[in-house]
């Protein structure tokens, strides 16, 4: 039995979907420990294009069981369709191969409603956040008003607790952002709905999990978001409202840190970002929009342009720090085909000092200009490579450059959206 955690090392979109669906035979059990629908998962097998934001990658694996832990906050509404989606498509026959945390927070039509009405007031200083109600449901949560999975089974709690809630959001959404108030009984009803069609799904998730080792099973971990989108790690106040990094699934998955394996790490082999905040080697150039262009650097959920520029070592090093990466996998290789030369910053430069470290400020992080080492591009088409001896020279030299320069070997390669466009070095599941 291995376990195995797979996130992000950059601001989140570095493929974790794809990666995850092309581990998930190998798995019993995918688990999503963190976030929420703000996440947005595309996979590709056999031409078919799936979009997935909360439901885990494994689903399109008949063999897996995935679960959606109690670190994950759960839109109702959205989950549904996501599973509506998959059921329609025959994807998913057996409702028991979606396990969902009673213990799960629920995102309401209030915390939607002032994540945008926030966003639209904070003007020049909005986050660029998805507008789905994430952080809000988190604030609930940390505040203990949240309402919770199992709530949803429960008509006299869950009326007791929308009661509460609403007095306090309604107040907010009104007298503040000046919005309309959300009707308490109407949404009463809408729960209560919700709850009855979820019932199926509402687990005790870390009994299963446990099980699930215990009878040595492999387990794998899917990461959201990224190392730099991290609420303590990542670009504060430019992150997303939950923990990120591996340490997360702890917490978030209900398992002790002395059961995880292996952590793996996933970047893209260039750098993107959605949103707003720091980003030090942005491109605004020619490069950045070859890149965009090339990759379809275009979000998921949203659709917005993603932010493009070189692969930074700087702030791969500190995401091997805090997640402690065992391994690196490095995707969409085959976009840097035919882009010439290609930089790395494997430095910065900060208030004319130079440094190897990833700042600790905002400030700093802004300052940031980065000091590039230049590195031979290739022009063939690497699509088809299917062993990394198949790769030109140059291609390798990039991916082992990059492997030096961060310190952690990188055992798998994507060279393309589809499930087979994947090169292993070695087995990620092989016994620890
Ligand atoms: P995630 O949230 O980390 O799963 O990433 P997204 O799904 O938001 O974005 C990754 C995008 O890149 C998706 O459209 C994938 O289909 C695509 N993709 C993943 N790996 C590769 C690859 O190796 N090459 C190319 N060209 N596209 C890839």
Redesign the pocket.
């Known amino acids: 039995m291995t376990t195995l955690v797979a996130v ?1 090392a950059q601001w ?9 669906d092309w581990l998930a035979p190998q798995a019993q059990l995918v688990v999503r420990f963190h976030g929420g629908n703000n ?6 097998v056999d031409g078919e ?1 799936t ?1 997935l934001h909360v439901v885990p ?1 494994g689903v399109l694996n008949p063999g897996t069981v995935n679960l959606i832990g109690p670190g994950v906050v759960v839109d109702p509404a959205g989950l549904l369709a996501e599973l509506d989606a998959l059921k329609e498509r025959g994807v998913l026959r057996d409702p028991s191969r979606i396990r969902l945390s009673g213990r799960a927070h629920v995102i309401l039509p209030w915390h939607t409603a002032l994540d945008k009405a926030r966003e639209k007031a904070a003007r020049e200083f909005a986050i660029g956040t998805t507008g789905r109600g994430i952080g809000p449901a988190y604030e609930d949560k940390v505040t203990r008003r949240g309402i919770r999975v199992a709530d949803l089974l429960d008509p006299k709690e869950l009326r007791t607790a929308l009661d509460r809630l609403a007095k306090q959001k309604n107040f907010e959404l009104v007298e503040h952002y000046g919005g309309d108030p959300i009707d308490v009984d109407a949404l009463y009803e809408q729960a209560l709905e919700w709850g009855r069609r979820l019932q199926v799904y509402v687990d005790h998730t870390a009994h299963t999990l446990e099980n699930a080792m215990r009878d040595d099973r492999n387990v794998l971990f899917e990461g ?3 190392t730099f989108l991290d609420i303590d790690h990542g670009t504060y106040p430019y992150v997303t409202s939950s923990n990120c990094v591996a340490g997360a699934v702890c917490a978030g998955a209900g398992i002790g840190p002395t059961r995880i394996d292996r952590v793996l790490g ?1 970047t893209k082999a260039y750098t993107t970002r959605v949103g707003g905040g720091p980003f030090p080697t942005e491109d605004e150039g020619e490069f950045g929009e070859k890149l965009r262009e ?3 650097e275009f ?3 949203t659709g917005r342009p993603r932010r493009c520029g070189s692969l930074d070592i700087v702030m791969l090093r500190e995401a091997a720090t805090v997640n402690g990466f065992t391994a690196l996998a490095i ?5 840097l085909s035919g882009l010439g030369d290609l930089r790395v910053a494997t430095a910065y430069r900060v208030d004319g000092k130079l440094t190897q470290d990833f700042p600790m400020t905002l400030g700093e992080t802004e300052r940031a200009e980065p000091i590039y080492e230049t590195l031979a591009g290739w022009t063939e088409d690497i ?1 088809g490579c299917r062993r990394y001896e198949d790769l030109p020279g140059a291609a390798q030299d990039y991916v082992e450059r990059v492997e030096a320069l961060v310190g952690v070997p990188v055992e798998i390669i ?4 589809g499930r087979d ?2 090169i292993a070095r070695i087995d990620p599941f092989r016994p620890a």
């Open positions: 992000g989140g979109d570095e493929g974790k979907g794809k990666l995850v996440a947005g998962h595309t996979l590709v294009q979009v990658a959201a978001q990224g996933i090339a990759g379809a979000g998921a959920t995707n969409k290789l085959d976009v699509s994507s060279i393309g959206p466009e994947t």
